[in-house]
């Protein structure tokens, strides 16, 4: 074997230069262009989040009337994208069926091959207006119901709950999931981003990128870990419940859903703000019953014993996925809900990466058999 220094994973290897946001975990930080996320998540509309990600200021007042109209009026779904969704199982996983939607969005875009920075912001616009409808509809076929017109007197986090539940969602819900999209919006160089980083790279289309990026965010070690917390949830049942569990889970070395980070060693940046968005829907579903406090029981005992235990932290999907689930989402939608916001930051990242491009190719030690020949093959003289 060679000397060479294998950085498995990445990990610790600085790529590229990105203006779009800085993870800082030594003061425990995330900023959008500047801005403190947490800022952002008390101040901000995710349509003003996504505008500040893609043209890197936040919209003035006309600004963001022009940006959430042209939103507004391109939420439905064309028929073919319906179709499709339609043609997909009903058992598929819903990162399946947003991925083939997504895809034929892009095959049905005449422009998917224009690669000019306006080309390529009218596409992430026009995704970020639609990808709500996939998401809700999806979930609502999967319950036996159809699909919903989008309402356009109703905003962005509005109009998404309404189209999932076809009711009018309260302010303290529609709050907490706006919340939810703009921490969920952006990340840095995660591994979805650099999948999208990668595929902008070759120079292919922004919706090539954007379809890679969802099936890397599908994993559980990625996006798909706020599905997983639930389904830990559901395994644990109740808070009495934890100590037990946890003594087998690690027994069997298994990872905890919703703990741990590559970048993070002493906690997520975005986990204080989520947990407070959590909280303030434990108290308002509480209202209807014990099971929020139950789960919010739950939330704690686990984190309790695991930090204890372990001493590593929740990131970003532990208070996430509960979220969700008080919110009325069922399990297998909440990694989509995750594509919905990352948009914005994978369209930022893809649109940063084509203006100032280098082919993504690393290399590789090679460690598999010496040299050697296929037995009687006598090369052409
Ligand atoms: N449960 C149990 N042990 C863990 C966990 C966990 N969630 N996370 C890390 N560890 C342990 C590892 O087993 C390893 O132990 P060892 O040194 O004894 O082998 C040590 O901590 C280091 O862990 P790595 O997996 O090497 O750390 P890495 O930086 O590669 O992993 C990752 C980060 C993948 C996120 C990991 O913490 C994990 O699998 N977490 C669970 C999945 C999850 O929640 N993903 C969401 C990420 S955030 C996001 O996408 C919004």
Do not use: C
Request: negative net charge; without cysteine.
């Amino acid at each position: 074997m060679t000397d060479i220094e294998i950085k498995k994973g990445l990990a610790g290897v600085t790529v590229d230069y990105t203006a779009v946001s800085k993870v800082n975990p030594e003061t425990n930080s995330l900023l959008y262009r500047g801005y403190p996320v947490q800022e952002l998540a008390a101040t901000q509309s995710f349509e003003a989040v996504a505008y500040l990600l893609w043209y890197g200021e936040l919209p003035d007042a006309d600004q963001l009337a022009a940006f959430t109209a042209e939103e507004r009026a391109n939420r439905a779904l064309d028929d073919n994208v319906r179709e499709a969704i339609d043609l997909t199982p009903l058992d598929a996983h819903p990162m399946d069926v947003l991925r083939t939607a997504v895809s034929l969005v892009g095959a049905s875009d005449p422009a998917a091959f224009d690669s000019s920075r306006e080309s390529d912001l009218a596409k992430s616009r026009r995704l970020l207006a639609k990808l709500p409808a996939m998401v809700a509809y999806d979930q609502r076929r999967r319950h036996g119901l159809g699909i919903l017109d989008p309402r356009e007197d109703l905003d962005y986090s509005q109009n998404f709950l309404w189209m999932t539940f076809g009711e009018e969602p309260d302010p303290v819900v529609a709050q907490a999931f706006n919340v939810s999209m703009i921490l969920y919006a952006e990340h840095s160089f995660n591994a979805s981003t650099f999948t999208a980083r990668v595929i902008t790279s070759t120079m292919s289309d922004l919706y090539s990128a954007v379809v890679g990026a969802i099936g890397a965010l599908k994993g559980p070690l990625h996006g798909g870990a706020n599905e997983a917390v639930m389904h830990i949830f559901d395994e644990i049942g109740s808070a009495q419940n934890v100590g037990p569990w946890l003594d087998t889970a690690l027994a069997e070395k298994r990872k905890i859903m919703g703990f741990g980070h590559r970048v993070y060693k002493h906690g997520d940046s975005r986990v204080p703000t989520m947990k407070a968005a959590l909280d303030t829907l434990v108290e308002h579903y509480s209202a209807q019953g014990d099971s929020a406090r139950d789960l919010a029981a739950l939330y704690d005992a686990l984190e309790a014993d695991f930090v204890a235990r372990k001493g590593i932290y929740p990131n970003l999907d532990y208070p996430s996925g509960p979220a969700y689930n008080l919110m009325g989402f069922d399990t297998l939608t909440f990694t989509p809900l995750f594509v919905a916001a990352r948009v914005t930051g994978w369209t930022a990242h893809i649109m940063e990466q084509a203006a100032s491009n280098a082919l993504i190719r690393p290399l590789s030690a090679y460690n598999g058999p010496d040299e050697r020949h296929i037995d009687g093959y006598v090369p052409d003289a």
